[in-house]
C-alpha cells in the first residue's frame, strides 16, 4: 500500500521552530519529486516547498523564504521541513506529496500524506 505519513507538528511559540517529516511506505521515494503544502483554517491549501528527487533543486513560497528548509534523505525514504522563526500566521496542517515535477502547483502531485498540525501561538 503506497502511503506517505507526516510527522513533527505541534504547538509552538512564535519564533521557535519545528522539523517535519514525510516518510514513505509502499514505494520509493527517491524516485519522486515532494513537495510540502499547509492548508490554514477557512484559506485554500498552498504551496511552501518542493524538492527534486535527487535534492538538487528547491522551491519555497515567498512566505517562507529564509526560515525553512527543505531536505530528504533517501536512504530513509523520508523528506524533511525544517521551519525556523515561526509566526502565528504558520498555523496551519501541513501536508507532503509525492510527484513528478518539482513545483508548488498542488495538481502536479499524485499522492498525498494524510497532514500533520502546526499551531504558532504569539
Known amino acids: 500500500q503506497l502511503q506517505l505519513v507526516e510527522s513533527g507538528g505541534g504547538l509552538v511559540q512564535a519564533g521557535g521552530s519545528l522539523r517535519l517529516s514525510c516518510a514513505a511506505s509502499?514505494?520509493?521515494?527517491?524516485?519522486?519529486?515532494v513537495g510540502w503544502f499547509r492548508q490554514a483554517p477557512g484559506k485554500e491549501r498552498e504551496g511552501v516547498s518542493c524538492?527534486?528527487?535527487?535534492?538538487?533543486?528547491?522551491n519555497y513560497a515567498d512566505s517562507v523564504k529564509g526560515r525553512f528548509t527543505i531536505s530528504r534523505d533517501n536512504a530513509k525514504n523520508t523528506v524533511y521541513l525544517q521551519m525556523n522563526s515561526l509566526k502565528p500566521e504558520d498555523t496551519a496542517i501541513y501536508y507532503c506529496?509525492?510527484?513528478?515535477?518539482?513545483?508548488?502547483?498542488?495538481?502536479?502531485?499524485?499522492?498525498w500524506g494524510q497532514g500533520t498540525q502546526v499551531t504558532v501561538s504569539s
Open positions: 506529496a509525492a510527484g513528478g515535477l518539482t513545483t508548488l502547483s498542488e495538481s502536479h502531485y499524485d499522492y
Open positions: 509502499g514505494f520509493t521515494l527517491g524516485y519522486s519529486n
Open positions: 524538492i527534486s528527487s535527487s535534492g538538487t533543486i528547491t
